[in-house]
């Protein structure tokens, strides 16, 4: 149903719901941007499993039931199109590079004081990179499918993201050449892609806030983007793109603006471009004209890097203000970001004020 409303979104289609699955709403239908926030319990059982204290089946059931908390959680507050929080990965990326073939990891920058960019593990390719049996992320698909009958999105780091913790250097394997090693990414994020396709998902998106971080071109990215999603489209799946500042976590280190990608972003073979507006004070929000033009916007209308929860209200004149711009029928009200970094009970409410805040604008609209 979530590849069936964004293709209405721009194509203006049919919004009958997927069978098995329930429908989602023609106006304003609202969805997370992936990553949900971690309870409690699940940070003491990540220490147990890192320390060998849990077995197979004990580490498969935390994950296991952390998805299915995920899950529930967005049901719960009237989400309509929903993740698996992203529960099985690791800091966004970094649970990704144990899929990898040919990394050397390599000590963190800095290990005292508070976290930023240098303090994860680094990685350098020691070998062309491959990733043989692929990311995980069918896995992941196959049991979330499972356990709901909402219209499930998939998402994927893009390939410059995915490798943004991968150092190349002059001399080495790619010899510096940092897009040289996204597309050898990109080439294996597209067989992860086609293979979810194949398993049935409706609905992918990859995340690229990385196009903030790294020097580069917006042609470049662009070009880099529709290299791995090349095809998926033909296979009846709905791509989006995520493109941010960062979570609670990871505070920006670039301009945070996107007038400098436009009009390229607009060159990306997707159906939904994704973007973050509630941190910014809804600067640049007129952007939403252009995008709307000939697809669906995914608009981040709920602040992850604020512990202030927005009422109702809040949300739905943020809404209003979007509606100068684009029409509701080719909008999905999302939060800013992923939550990963919010405590749970924070995440949940600001999920629950989001689906309100639609709530209010849709009756306006309706007249219901």
């Known amino acids: 149903m979530a590849q069936q409303t964004a293709r209405r979104h721009s194509q203006s289609a049919s919004s009958e719901s997927t069978a098995g699955q329930r429908p989602v709403p023609t106006l304003l239908p609202t969805s997370v941007v992936g990553s949900y926030a971690l309870p409690s319990w699940f940070w003491t059982a990540l220490k147990a499993i890192e320390q060998g204290d849990y077995g197979q089946t004990d580490a498969r059931e935390t994950f296991d039931d952390a998805v299915g908390l995920a899950i529930r959680d967005q049901e719960r507050a009237g989400i309509d199109i929903i993740t698996d929080g992203e529960m099985r990965r690791w800091y966004f990326v970094q649970g990704f590079y144990s899929h990898f073939s040919g990394l050397e990891s390599r000590e963190p920058l800095r290990k005292v004081g508070i976290d930023g960019y240098d303090s994860p593990p680094r990685y350098r390719p020691v070998e062309r990179i491959t990733v043989p049996n692929g990311l995980g992320i069918v896995e992941e698909f196959a049991h979330s499918r499972q356990q709901t009958e909402h219209a499930l999105k998939m998402t994927c780091p893009g390939p410059l993201t995915l490798t943004i913790h991968v150092q190349t250097r002059r001399g080495d394997v790619y010899d510096g050449d940092r897009l040289a090693l996204a597309y050898d990414v990109a080439g294996a994020i597209n067989r992860e892609l086609h293979a979810l396709a194949d398993a049935g998902a409706t609905f992918i998106q990859l995340d690229e806030p990385s196009y903030s971080i790294i020097p580069g071109e917006a042609q470049e990215w662009v070009e880099l983007y529709n290299t791995a999603v090349k095809g998926v489209r ?135």
Request: proline share 5%; charged share 30%.
């Open 234 to 368: 033909e296979k009846g799946v709905t791509l989006g793109l995520h493109v941010c500042f960062g979570n609670l976590g990871s505070r920006p280190r670039g301009k945070r603006t996107y007038r400098w990608m436009f009009p390229d972003l607009l060159d990306t073979d997707c159906d939904e471009i994704v973007l973050e507006f509630a941190n910014r004070e809804m600067r640049e929000v007129d952007l939403l004209g252009e995008i709307a033009q000939d697809r669906a916007t995914g608009v981040g209308l709920v602040d992850v890097k604020s512990f202030y929860v927005e009422t109702p209200e809040d949300v739905a004149e943020r809404i209003r203000e979007a509606l100068q711009y684009c029409p509701p029928e080719k909008m999905t009200v999302v939060p800013d970001c992923g939550f990963f970094q919010l405590p749970r009970w924070l995440a949940f409410q600001k999920l629950q004020r989001l689906v309100q805040g639609v709530e209010i604008v849709r009756q306006e609209l309706t007249g219901e």
